[in-house]
Structures are given as C-alpha cells and as structure tokens.
C-alpha cells in the first residue's frame, strides 16, 4: 500500500512555471510507476504524464508538446511535475497516481492521491 501527497499547486499568470511535488509513504516506492493526470472544471480527467520505476522511461501527452518534465527520486520517494510555459488551458486539480504493474497513459493506477489545485491565469 501506498499513500500520496501532491504539494506545489499555486495561482500563476500564463507564461509561468510551477513544481508539482508527490510524496509517497511506505517502503515499496520504486515498485510503483507514477504518473501525473489532471482535472479542469468541467471535464474528465485526463493523462498529463508518467514515468517507470527506475525513471529511465517517460511519457507525456500530447498537449504538453515539450512544456513539461517529469522526474523522480526513489530515495526521496517523490515524484515531480515541471509545468513550464503554463497556459489558462493547463488550469485543473493535478492528481499523482502509482501503478503497480503498468506504465503510461493506459496503464492501471491502483493509487491516487488528493491533488493540487494549479490555476493559470491569462
């Protein structure tokens, strides 16, 4: 089991950067595959980005086109989210995600933490 805390949301005008932080508990942090998904009002949510659990692999949809970085820190057990280049369209809560056996936008995230609000403003 697995538990995870998003840090780092904050209010930013377009043009702005932003570092998401997810802290995860418990011992097993490198057998889990992250990922990062968000939610505009509104809307589903949607696939941001993830990373295999040694991080040598990474994965990004589309509307990120080069804006975003995702890394980790097994020994910190803490997966980030550089946002970059921000626009109003990237406002949403942003939610970290572990996945046991799979990785990337289709892949089973059985653990999810309770997000960080990111708001962009033009």
């Known amino acids: 089991q697995v538990r995870l805390v998003e840090s780092g949301g904050d209010s930013v005008q377009a043009g702005g950067s932003l570092r998401l932080s997810c802290a995860a508990s418990?011992?097993?942090?490198?057998?889990?595959?992250m990922g990062w998904f968000r939610q505009a009002p509104g809307k589903e949510r949607e696939f941001v980005a993830a990373?295999?659990?040694?991080?040598?692999?990474?994965y990004f949809a589309d509307f990120v086109k080069g804006r975003f970085a995702i890394s980790r820190d097994n020994a910190k057990k803490t997966v980030y989210l550089q946002l970059s280049s921000l626009q109003p369209e990237d406002t949403g809560v942003y939610y970290c995600?572990?996945?046991?056996?799979?990785?990337?936008?289709?892949?089973?995230?059985?653990?999810w933490g309770q997000g960080t609000q990111v708001t962009v403003s033009s």
């Open positions: 995600a572990a996945a046991e056996w799979t990785v990337g936008p289709l892949g089973t995230y059985e653990h």
């Open positions: 418990g011992n097993d942090f490198g057998s889990y595959a």
């Open positions: 990373i295999s659990w040694g991080g040598g692999s990474t």
